[in-house]
């Protein structure tokens, strides 16, 4: 039997890239690519990449000069190194990629990943450089394998592409219009993964809560997949405040299996930076519905985005983002200096914010996340929480897993807890996770 290919990806960005990779190497099982854990003397190299940041952009130039000499170790040994570059980047700069990094051989956009396998071999045939970056009539999802859990916790993209076109962003450009699967589909693809292992699911989307198909709203597509025997926890991201309705905030109510975190970006809480950035709400509005879905469910954790330094961002405005995530309180968040992306409206905007200012302002949202975090963390002490355990931790005998909030919490924990949800006692409080203790059998009936 001859040796199989190897096939290392690297994933850059999102979670929603995570599910992307994880699909790729679903395509490119049947050609004999066995996933490996480094590119070295791997003969195909997949880079899966994000376009939301210029440094992310810039690091796949950087990691494809670390491929050449790769590349011509194998070649000298006889072999060839196929290099592709996936995901928003091989999206946003098409052909100018190959000019300026001659030794791609394959650039491929989001949405045609399901075409690989031919991509490769029309590569194989040295057919020179491979280009598909279209927008397919045909939705990626009709010709993809169906799939596996990888583990207790998996993501299921139900939704795809935006219409919002926020000033700022490059997603409506790179990952194109807004596409949701249908609801059959979703169910299938959800059982199955349940039935292979997942205890918890994460819906995936660009807008995920402005998915709508067949006449189902997303309200009820999480109603239908809580029914599912097996499933244990429902999550969902990145979602969007215009697209949280009445049937979502009951879900949020009625649903126990839909965990009580939520990831609502709001970006500002100015609300004339939020006009420039075309987000179609104002702090008020989005203070309005956390309210709502607060007063549906009391227990509601909230996590968010932040930019700072938008073109023209004063240290007023600035001082109303502060006062939104005290406001909120929120537990977790992504915050980012602004980074002008090519070809958006904002990256022709006047009125700059110099860097210093923009990285003093980050600080100070960093520095007002990680207090109210901290917050959040010390008052779990002593709480019991529900942890699905999904990896090993970082000594025999433990094991890591995930609170409803995603928090990281290390417990002593049998074996077989692994893939389970377990009662824990949260005794510590350390930079990153909790520290927690599993219930004896005693005490766990007496918590049920």
Same mark, same amino acid.
């Given at each position: ?14 979670? %929603? ?8 190497? !679903? ?23 994000? /376009? ?5 952009? *810039? ?7 670390? +491929? ?37 051989? =394959? ?6 990943? /399901?075409?690989?396998?031919? %991509? ?35 993501? &299921?993209? #139900? ?54 198909? @067949? ?12 029914? #599912?025997?097996?499933?244990?926890? +429902? ?6 405040? +215009? ?5 979502? #905030? ?15 970006? =709001? ?31 009391? !227990? ?6 932040? =930019?700072?330094?938008?073109?023209? *961002?004063? @240290? ?14 929120? #537990? ?15 990256? +022709? %905007? ?49 094991? =890591? ?16 807890? %692994? ?18 203790? &599993? ?10």
């Amino acid at each position: 039997m001859s040796e199989r290919k190897k096939v290392f990806i690297k994933t850059y960005g999102c979670q %929603m890239n995570v599910y992307d990779t994880a699909r790729m190497k !679903d395509v490119l099982a049947p050609l004999g690519y066995a996933a490996v854990e480094t590119p070295a003397g791997a003969d195909l190299v997949v880079l899966n990449t994000c /376009h939301i940041r210029e440094k992310a952009a *810039e690091k796949v130039y950087s990691d494809l000069g670390r +491929l050449r000499p790769l590349a011509a170790e194998k070649a000298e040994a006889g072999g060839r190194m196929l290099v592709a570059v996936a995901g928003c980047v091989a999206q946003a700069e098409g052909e100018a990629m190959k000019k300026r990094a001659p030794i791609v051989d =394959i650039v491929l956009g989001p949405q045609t990943y /399901h075409r690989l396998p031919e %991509m490769v071999a029309r590569a194989l045939r040295d057919e020179g450089a491979v280009f598909d970056t279209e927008f397919p009539v045909e939705p990626k999802f009709d010709f993809l394998p169906p799939p596996g859990a990888e583990g207790p916790s998996a993501f &299921l993209a #139900i939704q795809e592409g935006c219409d919002r076109f926020c000033t700022y962003c490059v997603v409506p450009y790179t990952r194109g219009a807004e596409y949701a699967r249908p609801a059959a589909d979703v169910l299938a693809e959800a059982k199955r993964l349940v039935a292979t292992g997942a205890r918890e699911l994460t819906l995936l989307g660009q807008n995920v809560n402005a998915w709508a198909a @067949d006449g189902w709203s997303f309200g009820r597509l999480l109603r239908e997949l809580a029914e #599912i025997d097996g499933l244990a926890r +429902l999550r969902y991201t990145t979602s969007h405040p +215009l697209a949280v309705d009445d049937e979502l #905030i009951a879900a949020h109510r009625d649903v126990a299996k839909l965990v009580p975190f939520l990831h609502l970006p =709001i970006q500002s809480g100015s609300d004339r930076v939020l006009k420039a950035m075309n987000r179609g709400h104002t702090a008020a509005d989005y203070l309005r519905t956390v309210e709502r879905l607060r007063a549906a469910r009391p !227990d509601l954790a909230m996590s968010s985005d932040f =930019i700072v330094g938008f073109p023209g *961002e004063t @240290d007023a405005e600035f001082a109303e983002t502060l006062a939104v995530i005290r406001e909120v309180g929120f #537990i977790q968040a992504f915050s980012f200096k602004y980074s002008a992306r090519p070809g958006t409206p904002a990256a +022709l %905007m006047p009125n700059r914010v110099p860097q210093e200012v923009a990285e003093a302002r980050l600080a100070a949202v960093q520095a007002a996340l990680g207090e109210l975090q901290a917050a959040f963390n010390a008052g779990c002490v002593g709480r019991v929480l529900p942890v699905l355990f999904d990896r090993p931790g970082r000594h025999p005998g433990q094991l =890591i897993g995930r609170s409803p909030t995603m928090q990281a919490v290390h417990a002593e924990a049998p074996a077989d807890a %692994m893939g389970t949800v377990r009662p824990v006692r949260i005794v510590g409080v350390g930079p990153n996770s909790l520290a927690g203790e &599993l219930l004896s059998g005693d005490e766990r009936e007496a918590a049920e």
